[in-house]
């Protein structure tokens, strides 16, 4: 009895290694891993950690003078301390012009809805995604959050927009000039 409670152990170790040296458990950040502002308990767990709102923020990766700041709820217990939590849907978004705009390659067009962040929310099969696309109408980039599953995704979301303006004496970018 107590040689089999040792192996299940021993595999459960194993397995859990096998899952973090597969990248199982870490952030898939196309350019950058998001700095962590600050948290919120919104769920006291005596002897786990606490469930959590946590505040993050990145810069768009290729887009000069964008940032965006995220807030995401993330699971305290012992599956949140594991990383077998599945994480909810329920992320919000708020993107704003920091500096004069500028984009990085102006000679690749990038596309609408592209990813310029990714995240996984749970062991294997959802994950969180932001995206960006242009309002050449009006100069505006607009930046979309939303998490995906493998078999059905979340109808949860959340948009943030980023009109483009001048900075100092510089006349802002076109953003059509850079979408295809």
């Avoid at 107590?2 to 192996?7: A, D, H, I, K, Q």
């Avoid at 993330?74 to 909810?88: C, N, Q, R, Y």
Wanted: aromatic fraction near 8%; include cysteine.
């Amino acid at each position: 009895m107590v040689w089999r409670r040792g192996l299940t152990a021993l595999c459960g170790v194993a397995c859990l290694g096998l899952a973090v040296g597969l990248g199982l458990f870490t952030s898939v950040a196309l350019a950058q891993e998001p700095d962590r502002i600050f948290d919120k308990s919104t769920v006291w767990r005596p002897l786990t950690p606490n469930d959590k709102l946590v505040v993050y923020g990145i810069d768009d990766p290729d887009v000069d003078g964008v940032a965006c700041h995220y807030t995401q709820p993330e699971k305290g217990g012992i599956k949140g301390t594991l990383g077998l939590a599945e994480e909810v849907s329920d992320i919000s978004l708020s993107c704003r012009q920091v500096g004069p705009v500028k984009f990085k390659n102006s000679k690749a067009k990038m596309k609408q809805g592209e990813v310029v962040f990714s995240e996984r929310r749970s062991l294997i099969f959802k994950s969180m995604q932001i995206v960006r696309g242009c309002d050449a109408k009006r100069n505006t980039l607009i930046y979309m959050v939303y998490s995906d599953k493998v078999v059905q995704g979340s109808p949860k979301n959340s948009t943030s927009t980023v009109p483009l303006m001048p900075w100092g004496t510089e006349p802002p970018p076109k953003c059509g000039d850079f979408f295809s």
